[in-house]
């Protein structure tokens, strides 16, 4: 069922790796459904696929099978040229663990570069970098370089460089797994502000409990399927600490499952 909220469905994805016996299924059949201004955590063990979801989404894989919808629009195509280069242009924002900034350019310049790359007027360029900065915190850095930024300040010139082009969704691979409790927390506050301010629906993988903590919704992946997801309301205990402690003890418990589909299905 499709709702009129709905910014992202994805039905029936599957991508194989390699060839006969090396063949590797990174993701089984996947349904998945992104409302608009939601934050899904998406969790599960190494190899279970989490990245593998984020670079078919991001059009950056193919599928193997099925199909992904974005805000009304069809992109069963999406990875064929010149589709997939306006899809991950125009729809897509993504941030990752080791910040990839451009080392050369001032964190103004990395904030801009995705719309000057589009061709787009200087004018218009220089007001929504400066109002993306702004939102960030960093309107006082913004002739600094990546090398003169905290990796928590990084992380803000990312995110605003993931941003100033208004994706329909960011797409985020551990995006604290390089930075310490303290910065983590304030780069999650940031997204939760960037939720709360421009409607941005995202998709975080990450392996912390405590991270996860920060979505509307947390999904499990184990063996390329969706094995269990539940919903912040449902998630028990009285503060992020306690409700980190509740996750974890969902995580075990796919982690632990026997490696059968049969079990799992
Ligand atoms: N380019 C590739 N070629 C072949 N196999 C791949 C490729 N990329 C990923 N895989 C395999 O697909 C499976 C899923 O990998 P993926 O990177 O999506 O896992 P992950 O959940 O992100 O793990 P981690 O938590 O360690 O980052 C793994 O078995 C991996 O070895
Ligand atoms: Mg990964």
Same mark, same amino acid.
Request: aromatic share 6%; hydrophobic share 40%.
């Given at each position: 069922?499709?709702?009129?909220?709905? =910014?992202?469905?994805?039905?029936?994805?599957?991508?194989?790796?390699?060839?006969?016996?090396?063949?590797?299924?990174?993701?089984?059949?996947?349904?998945?459904?992104?409302?608009?201004?939601? =934050?899904?955590?998406?969790?599960?063990?190494?190899?279970?696929?989490?990245?593998?979801?984020?670079?078919?989404?991001?059009?950056?894989?193919?599928?193997?099978?099925?199909?992904?919808?974005?805000?009304?629009?069809?992109?069963?195509?999406?990875?064929?040229?010149?589709?997939?280069?306006?899809?991950?242009?125009?729809?897509?924002?993504?941030?990752?663990?080791?910040?990839?900034? =451009?080392?050369?350019?001032?964190?103004?310049?990395?904030?801009?570069?995705?719309?000057?790359?589009?061709?787009?007027?200087?004018?218009?360029?220089?007001?929504?970098?400066?109002?993306?900065?702004?939102?960030?915190?960093?309107?006082?850095?913004?002739?600094?370089?990546?090398?003169?930024?905290?990796?928590?300040?990084?992380?803000?010139?990312?995110?605003?460089?993931?941003?100033?082009?208004?994706?329909?969704?960011?797409?985020?691979?551990?995006?604290?797994?390089?930075?310490?409790?303290?910065?983590?927390?304030?780069?999650?506050?940031?997204?939760?502000?960037?939720?709360?301010?421009?409607?941005?629906?995202?998709?975080?993988?990450?392996?912390?409990?405590?991270?996860?903590?920060?979505?509307?919704?947390?999904?499990?992946?184990?063996?390329?399927?969706? +094995?269990?997801?539940?919903?912040?309301?449902?998630?028990?205990?009285?503060?992020?600490?306690?409700?980190?402690?509740?996750?974890?003890?969902?995580?075990?418990?796919?982690?632990?499952?026997?490696?059968?589909?049969? +079990?799992?299905?």
């Amino acid at each position: 069922m499709e709702d009129s909220n709905s =910014i992202l469905a994805v039905r029936n994805l599957t991508k194989i790796y390699g060839k006969e016996q090396n063949q590797v299924v990174a993701l089984d059949h996947v349904d998945l459904d992104l409302a608009a201004g939601e =934050i899904v955590m998406i969790m599960g063990p190494s190899g279970s696929g989490k990245t593998t979801l984020l670079q078919l989404l991001g059009g950056l894989e193919p599928p193997s099978e099925g199909r992904i919808k974005v805000t009304g629009g069809e992109w069963q195509n999406f990875y064929l040229e010149p589709e997939v280069s306006h899809y991950r242009r125009d729809m897509i924002g993504f941030v990752f663990q080791f910040f990839n900034l =451009i080392s050369s350019l001032t964190a103004e310049e990395n904030v801009a570069l995705p719309l000057i790359l589009a061709g787009q007027p200087k004018k218009k360029v220089a007001a929504l970098t400066e109002e993306m900065l702004h939102l960030v915190g960093l309107s006082e850095r913004s002739k600094h370089r990546p090398a003169e930024l905290s990796g928590g300040q990084q992380q803000r010139v990312a995110i605003a460089r993931a941003l100033i082009h208004k994706p329909a969704i960011l797409l985020a691979d551990e995006p604290t797994g390089n930075l310490d409790s303290s910065n983590s927390a304030d780069i999650l506050e940031l997204l939760l502000s960037m939720r709360d301010q421009l409607g941005q629906s995202m998709l975080i993988v990450t392996h912390d409990p405590y991270v996860a903590t920060y979505g509307d919704r947390v999904v499990l992946f184990r063996d390329g399927r969706i +094995v269990d997801e539940y919903s912040a309301e449902h998630i028990v205990g009285n503060d992020r600490n306690e409700r980190s402690i509740y996750i974890l003890e969902r995580l075990q418990a796919i982690s632990n499952k026997p490696r059968s589909h049969q +079990v799992l299905a």
